[in-house]
């Protein structure tokens, strides 16, 4: 694994078929080496073997809160 990756959920819409990965990473830099590493290249660049298309969104978690129950589902941030 690459170093700042935490880990990952996947979602199915069973509606439209549609399916998303949301993948966490400490920092933009962590994501950066996932970006350049040789494996994910090649891969990426077989993409069209297996996905119809894909969309990236990279964004920040700004915070999480909600039901106490779920505590250790999400990787824990801590924004202050």
């Known amino acids: 694994a690459i170093p700042g990756y935490l880990g990952e959920e996947a979602w199915e819409n069973p509606a439209n078929g ?8 400490d920092s ?3 994501l ?5 590493n040789p494996r994910h290249l090649e891969a990426k660049s077989k993409q ?3 996905l119809a298309g894909y969309q990236i969104v990279v964004s920040q978690v700004l ?4 039901d106490p129950k779920l505590v250790g ?3 824990v941030i801590h924004v202050d």
């Open 73 to 75: 589902l999400l990787p």
């Open 32 to 36: 950066r080496q996932l970006v350049n």
């Open 28 to 30: 933009l830099e962590a």
């Open 48 to 50: 069209s073997n297996w």
């Open 63 to 66: 915070r999480i809160y909600g």
């Open 18 to 25: 549609l399916l998303s990965n949301v993948y966490y990473w």
